[in-house]
């Protein structure tokens, strides 16, 4: 079966994340190396349903690597989620003679994937790429790292204000089920508190945060909120909610929102980016499908899509614990 | 007169700005070169009222240089808007010793300089350093050309998802009264149009825009909005104009917000903070008063407070035009 | 006259830097908001000789404004300076088609075109691109800004470093016969001190400095050097220097070499690149040749290559009284 | 013995790295905590020696998160290096009440710390703070992350210049006796190449790849260059060799420098800092000494001073596959 695979299609998927251009471009640099056409297909499952295809050479991905986005384009489609559309998009691969394919995207990504798997029997392996880090199987996502710098860094640019005002910020951060980005950048920028989907008492726990930290003088605090929080109020209810129940404090809010998702990858997303993609074709090349290629402590491993998709990751209890005694 | 003024005030008031800390610098380095006495005024003019003050040595400001916001912070004072507030601040200068004070900020700073020097004869002048870049009298204020690069980072990292998505973005920065950051951070994002309080018509000529680059193919774009633009319409009620009468495009909106006023300071804000710093003390020991210390033509020069309170700053139409051409 | 020009050439020359691929596009754009065909001409003048020509669209410039080098490329061409090199170039243009050249770089760039215009008699503007700022009949080059940015965040790394071990740090930064980059950037960035080409007791001041501040406790210094600085010392020989005649100095060498031609632009390049393209196709409609486009007081201007290329910048002696004041 | 622990001393030593600040705080808010006292201790072992001391409260660390360097300072102390100088920093430890100690830096410190703890019983733990990356029984240290960000931004904005110029650079990063820094920047990178202290045909191999690339028509690369390579060259030499044996190529050298060790520290680097300060708070309180806390596949370990000191680190063999692979 090995020797099938001549033809390899690469796409990405879903919401875009810093380091997707890195996986692009091992992909494409590991099918030279292995002599193997390396396909770009683009605007993701919409462009494998229109055919939106291209040769990707060494060449083609030269000075991608330092690059936010994702030169393939990523699109939703909803044809792609009718069987009807994955028929489609099996005729097209088959017919432009590509032998397997390397989705780059998140855990909606890797359903489509999956069914494609399933219903035609086309192999498939997922690289993980998204900033939440909401992925199970793999110790880091594509883009999650970077999108914690980008994060730190308009929080310590918020910082700058809120000492010079004496205020406190409500910070609002991605992260819709998982509280990863909030968790990890409320640590990095000092931040007093969090507010994240894991945890049901957010709301008392930050204000008797606040509560003590007013006693003890405070007057410039940083909240990190994750957009998926479970308080059933929206960030600029709950600076209300604050400025009604404690006094002294000059409220504002800030929704960090897309910058998020962009710029110049980090090291360790390029360095990640390049493993996994490597990592995918020679998976492909061994003859596994239906997996994601994630890295867990320090070793670039196959899971299972299902595994993938439905298990919830845990919250990092001892990074809590820690957040918690540094903010005394 | 010249030989009375042995100690100088200085104080930050307003809203923060990047190199506020580079001007604190440079006033108290000068008072040092000259062998004046330098006194840190805390929280602005409400700092002047509550005797807040410290000794600025030349040490006491190393290493501030590069450093976001204030380190003297600044504060509304609404006591200082009263008489009597004033009148206490006039009292606690003379009693510390106080001959002459700087005071950094924008308009609403200066207007309560010139009170002060109205009503108690108390020499004042003031330093220009606000992001918006709307007072009169100065080519830049300290800050502006810092938050414009922060503005086009933050662009740039949107445009990554704008255009892996062929998406059209909404853009919000801030310009209450002036459109300086976002006509200059349009231009330098190569944003496709903008909106600002200085024009009536810039909807209309946003539609127009939208669908013309439409109907060429385009299907990514950024629109830069003025906080202060004249629509009568919010941000998100722009984005469901935009979607109610025009089809094709998938709209976003990014609020920048507070992180436009922190980070370090550019370079340029790094000299003219030092540049105007410097002036302000020079100005002082010439026996000027009631001035602000501006930069013209790369020339530092004295306009008195009014002027640069009353006026209002013309539209850079060139650079109007530009933009225009360039979006071609 | 006016209505021969139908086709322009542009191109890149000299060494690269950040914000020339804002020009270029708005070379382009401009093209294309007035009707006329661009023509890209890669590696400079070589690709003038070897005919290395491409159409450049208003879409060919789209996500190029905040990428740094030069997308054209530049190259040295030992034929251009030849009379049969420039010939073969002339003869090039007209079988192109081509009307006019734009052509963006720093004195050789403009020395060279000026030729071609003397020889040949064809119509040729320039635009100044070069971090070094030494060009005369404009305020500010495209590129120095940013530049000047890079040196600034580079010494403020340096600093963590030099003030955590009370060191002392000689960091050498470009400027072959200008000191702009190393006057503004040593005031940006709090040096003691700076060493220029302009000034010929560098040395003896600098160690007046240092020997000044050593006695008053200072043991963590930053001295800013130009590379065409005149002691006849390299960098190395002057930190061998210091240590021989200085007691109590730990003291560290830093190039900082070709980082500072790189990097996205920021925003101030961008307008400036984005005024000068529009400026440049402009004169050319207007009947101008000869003449490179730069900004005075804000102004977009014209000025005779003869004088770009000849004068001498003076350097601002103001500034220099700042750094003095300030590193007090 | 545990009940003994009431005051913790903290100092940094060796060379600086970005995040230990972070460590610092955390150590500090680990014993407001617990409830015990902190003593930051000046300038390393030379501190201790000459009782530079200073009480850390919660407060003291307030906005130091985001600071490279280290604001208690390092320096190295010969007189530690030998037995009376260990005496007097024992006996200024026992006369301060210090009942244990926390060091942050590499293996020279560890080296140190266990000196004292064999000849005088006292308790002290390590953390891992140095940008090579080179200590054992830690997954990573502190502020190597950083570092290998800032390497990787510097190696892209040279990458500007060298593909506008068709250039081959040669980029010198640190690393004396790990290829950890050159190896994750090259992939990062995107580099053609690297030369590191653990190989040893390093040269023949670039040489080999240089070849392979200019027949493929490749004419701009980047070499990273690690400063302990084993070529026996320095990488001026490098240069000429290269030009020497390899038509086609214009080389330029750029070497990092100092740059490498500052700037804030990355999201990562602060978040590690604050586990491994409260990791060697919760450590001593156990009752451990003469161990290093570090990190092992996420978790918090402690590993005997020995072993972090002895054993050298093998290189990342997969990871260098990756590199052969992604620059076919």
Chains 1, 2, 3, 4 share one sequence.
Not at 229 to 255: M, P
Not at 271 to 278: E, M
Request: with cysteine; hydrophobic share 40%; aromatic share 6%.
């Amino acid at each position: 079966m090995l020797e099938k695979i001549k033809k390899i299609g690469v796409l990405t998927s879903g919401g875009d994340a810093p380091g997707m251009n890195a996986a692009i471009r091992a992909v494409a640099r590991s099918c030279a190396y292995f002599n193997l056409d390396c396909i770009g297909i683009y605007r993701g499952y919409q462009g494998l349903i229109e055919n939106d295809f291209e040769l990707l050479t060494a060449r083609s991905v030269r000075n991608v690597i330092n690059r936010g986005g994702t030169f393939l384009k990523s699109a939703r489609s909803a044809e792609f989620r009718t069987k009807e559309g994955r028929e489609k998009a099996a005729r097209n691969l088959t017919r432009a003679g590509i032998d397997a394919l390397v989705v780059i995207g998140g855990d909606g990504t890797f359903t489509g994937a999956m069914l494609l798997q399933q219903e035609h029997g086309f192999p498939v392996v997922g690289i993980p790429a998204t900033i939440d880090n909401d992925i199970n199987g793999t110790d880091y996502t594509i883009g999650y790292d970077t999108a914690l710098n980008t994060v730190v860094d308009a929080i310590d640019k918020i910082r700058d204000t809120a000492s010079s005002h004496n205020r406190l910020f409500l910070v609002e951060v991605m992260g819709r089920d998982a509280g990863d980005i909030a968790l990890n950048s409320g640590v990095g920028a000092g931040a007093e508190e969090i507010l994240i989907p894991e945890e049901d008492k957010g709301v008392e726990q930050m204000m008797y945060s606040l509560e003590k930290s007013r006693k003890a003088g405070k007057t410039s605090s940083i909240i990190v909120v994750a957009e998926g929080e479970k308080s059933g109020k929206n960030i600029f209810e709950l600076a209300d909610f604050i400025g009604e129940n404690l006094e002294g404090y000059d409220i504002r809010v800030s929704v960090l929102g897309h910058i998020q998702r962009g710029g110049a990858p980090s090291c360790y997303d390029r360095v990640l980016a390049s493993r996994l993609g490597v990592g995918a074709i020679e998976a492909l090349l061994r003859g596994e499908s239906n997996v994601m290629i994630g890295i867990t402590n320090k070793i670039v491993t196959s899971v299972d899509f299902e595994v993938a998709i439905k298990e919830q990751k845990p919250l990092d209890k001892e990074l809590r614990r820690v957040l918690n005694i540094t903010t005394v």
